[in-house]
């Protein structure tokens, strides 16, 4: 089984988001008993809370229902997950920051949008927190893209 990790800021819109999405996608492929996921932020200021009902509302609308509680992200994930998927290149930087990381860790940090194929260069997933909910719609299709093709990839490794 493989485990992975979605992280961003604050645990509350994005990675859960990134999180619930994966999942989807796993399950409609027929693999969703291949990969353990879940989500966390670097911060711990929202931690034990429901999602954004923002990010809530965009999942449902897409037929996602998002069953988590905020959570900080711990040196312990390092060797707890297989791929830890940072949602901005400073979600990745602060994860990249921990002292002594081996380079077997620092490896299996990602950036999302490395799977977007429509990222262009522009690697970081916008955080939607202070905007409406168009926002939360675009990091949705971000999310949904970049999920299907990091899918796709580790159906690929597998077979390696």
């Known amino acids: 089984m493989k485990r992975i990790l979605f992280v961003c800021l604050g645990n509350i819109c994005r990675s859960p988001l990134a ?5 989807h996608l796993a399950q409609q492929a027929g693999r969703g008993d291949e990969f353990e996921v879940d989500s966390c932020g670097t ?5 034990g809370e429901h999602p954004d009902p923002r990010s809530q509302a965009i999942a449902r609308a897409h037929g996602i229902k998002l069953n988590h509680r905020a959570r900080q992200f711990d040196r312990a994930d390092f060797k707890n ?3 830890i998927i940072a949602m901005d290149r400073d979600n990745k930087s602060d994860l990249l920051s921990f002292s002594n990381l081996k380079p077997e860790e ?3 940090v990602k950036l999302l949008r490395e799977y977007d194929p429509q990222a262009n260069g522009n690697l970081d997933v916008p955080d939607p927190y202070y905007g409406g909910a168009d926002g939360f719609e675009e990091v949705y299709k971000m999310v949904e893209r970049a999920g299907k093709m990091l899918l796709e990839s580790l159906k690929s490794s597998q077979n390696a």
């Open 106 to 108: 620092r490896a299996k």
């Open 19 to 23: 999180e619930g999405v994966f999942l």
């Open 81 to 83: 997950f297989d791929l």
């Open 43 to 47: 911060g711990s200021w929202h931690a």
